[in-house]
Every structure is written in structure tokens, then in C-alpha cells.
């Protein structure tokens, strides 16, 4: 019999988007919807298995984790890669890493989604309603404001590129951004300060790094308008949140729209939970359908190349 198991699988739905059923007989798949992190609960769940399918950082698999699975096998991640699995624990004791293809981008649609929920008082007009009410708050317009785009890569690009739409400034800032890739995107390059001195909304696309840790500071935030929102999308630790969290209570900006956190799931005495003025969703921006159709159907594709004898898409320190 060879077990296998799915972790982390918050929305249930697992085992909709793969035929499951299509694995050989002496397969067995359970699905776990809560998430552990203390390593002996881990441990004593995640033991009997020959395969888990994880979700790109939700699970982390360091040595210490990967140690203690005398029976684990397999191991598949989601995307392209995870940089939260100790491949080289893996190769020692002879487990085999594979990923799904990367999926689909719709975390920019998703940061439209905060923003507009924002600037429009979506969740508060919306609770207002069912609750009786009839327009509580002044919306505002996006036409003539300043969005400030911090890193302008893939997401970053077309996050800019739906604010010039809306007829929005739209001006730019990274650690390595030119003059020219800036013109090429259609935006202006600015240096840090004064993109959040002058932006009505700043939102946050650059690649969780030892570099980019920290980059949105308390210095950073008291430059910003008392009107003005920040956006982030893209990992919670680039923010300093024990300073969002002080911007936000005490005035210094009017709030957020957050997808993502330093701890995740967001624990349920975080202040980030009731910060007035917010939007917050549960890192849900790049969960679509589609991608986990893509990528649970793309781990099965993994696990009967392995049983097959020949694996697919395996993940190697030089791919992670």
C-alpha cells in the first residue's frame, strides 16, 4: 500500500481538482485541512506516509522535519519552486522532490480587488446594507490619484498598467529599477521616499529576499499621506507589521489591503485582524480554480510518473 497525504488544504478543495480516484488500487490519499507547525504533532501525523503533496510555503519541510519521516518517499510541492524544503536532506536519505508547472498570475487581479475595495468602502457598504443602512461612507475616485508600484516585475507591470486605465499616476520604485524599464512599463522611476510621500496608494510587488525583508519601514510609512492605503500582495514579512499596525491605529495613514502576513494562518489575537479603515483576505491571491486544477492535477501527474518509475518535474537544488 503505498499512503499518501495532502496538507494544508484550507479550501477543501483537494479533491476536486484531480481525478484521485484514477490512482492504482493499492493507493490511499487523506487530506488534511487544518495546518500544524509544532514538529512532534508533524511528525506524528505526516510518519506512516510514503507521499505528501504540500502547497508551496504553508508546510515548511526543514531537515529537522524531514529527518523524522523514516517512510517518506515522495515528496511534491506545488509551483515551480519552495525554497521552505531542505533539498539537501531530501537527496541524503533518498527522497525524491517533484513540483507542479507554476501556475497561473492572478495575484494583480487580486490587488485590484483590495484597492477597489478600499477606495469604494466595499466591505463596509456591503455590511451596511444587510445590516439595514443605506451608504454610510464617501467613497473616493481613482482618476487623478497616485499609485506607487514598488517593484515592477511580471505582477508589478500589470498592476501598473490597470492604474493608468483608471487615468492614475502611476509612478515606480525597486531596489534595481531603471529609468528604462520604468519607460517601458509607461510609468515614472522615483526614488523610495518619494514614492510614498506622494502615492495615494502603495502597493507591493517585489520577491521575498533577505534583501527585500523589512524593506517597507516605519520611515517609509511616516512619509505616506494620512489619505493614503498600502497594498501587499506579495509576502507579509517585506512590511514591517508591528509598524503597519501602529501606522494604522494611530492615524499616520488611513489603512490596508492585505493578502499576506508573517504568520500564516494569521493568529486570531493579531491586531492586523482589527485594524480600522483595512482589508484583509487570507493569502488568496493567487488560489484560483484554475491553479488548483493546474496544480493538484499536476501533482497527480507526478505521483504516477514516480510509481511508474519515471518521475517528472523533479526539483533540484540549482531549479529551487
Known amino acids: 500500500m503505498t499512503r499518501i497525504a495532502i496538507l494544508d488544504d484550507y479550501q477543501k478543495i483537494a479533491m476536486q481538482s484531480a481525478d484521485w480516484d484514477s490512482l492504482p488500487a493499492d493507493c490511499s490519499v487523506d487530506v488534511f485541512h487544518d495546518h500544524l507547525t509544532d514538529l512532534p ?8 506516509y510514503d507521499v505528501l503533496v504540500i502547497m508551496r510555503e504553508r508546510t515548511p519541510f526543514p531537515r529537522a522535519l524531514i529527518e523524522t519521516l523514516p517512510n517518506l518517499k515522495l515528496l511534491v510541492s506545488t509551483s515551480g519552486r519552495n525554497k521552505s524544503i531542505d533539498l539537501a536532506a531530501c537527496g541524503e536519505r533518498d527522497v525524491l522532490v517533484c513540483h507542479t508547472e507554476l501556475g497561473h498570475t492572478p495575484t494583480a487581479e487580486h490587488t485590484w480587488g483590495l484597492i477597489l475595495s478600499l ?26 490619484k497616485v499609485l506607487g508600484v514598488i517593484g515592477l516585475g511580471k505582477l508589478g507591470s500589470k498592476v501598473a498598467q490597470v492604474g493608468k486605465l483608471f487615468d492614475m499616476e502611476v509612478i515606480a520604485w525597486s531596489p534595481n529599477l531603471t529609468d528604462d524599464r520604468a519607460r517601458q512599463i509607461g510609468v515614472k522611476r522615483v526614488e523610495k521616499d518619494v514614492l510614498f510621500a506622494r502615492s495615494d496608494y502603495v502597493t507591493v510587488h517585489v520577491v521575498l529576499s533577505d534583501r527585500s525583508r523589512g524593506l517597507v519601514g516605519e520611515e517609509d510609512l511616516a512619509r505616506m499621506k494620512r489619505t493614503a492605503y498600502l497594498i501587499n500582495t506579495a509576502r507579509g514579512p517585506i512590511v514591517d507589521e508591528a509598524a503597519l499596525v501602529r501606522a494604522v491605529q494611530n492615524g499616520t495613514i488611513a489603512g490596508v ?22 482589508v484583509i483576505t487570507p493569502h488568496i491571491g493567487g488560489f484560483t480554480r484554475e491553479n488548483y486544477d493546474l496544480w493538484y492535477g499536476g501533482a497527480l501527474e507526478d505521483i504516477k510518473a514516480w510509481l511508474g518509475g519515471n518521475p517528472i518535474r523533479i526539483l533540484t537544488p540549482d531549479k529551487n
Do not use: M
Not at 119 to 144: N, S
Not at 262 to 272: A, S
Open 119 to 144: 477606495a469604494k468602502r466595499i466591505p463596509t457598504e456591503d455590511r451596511g446594507t444587510r445590516e439595514g443602512h443605506w451608504g454610510i461612507e464617501v467613497a473616493d475616485g481613482l482618476a487623478g
Open 41 to 48: 504533532a508533524l511528525t506524528d501525523r505526516l510518519h506512516p
Open 257 to 278: 489591503g492585505l493578502d499576506v502576513f508573517g504568520t500564516e494562518p494569521l493568529p486570531q489575537d493579531d491586531p492586523l485582524r482589527t485594524l480600522p479603515g483595512s
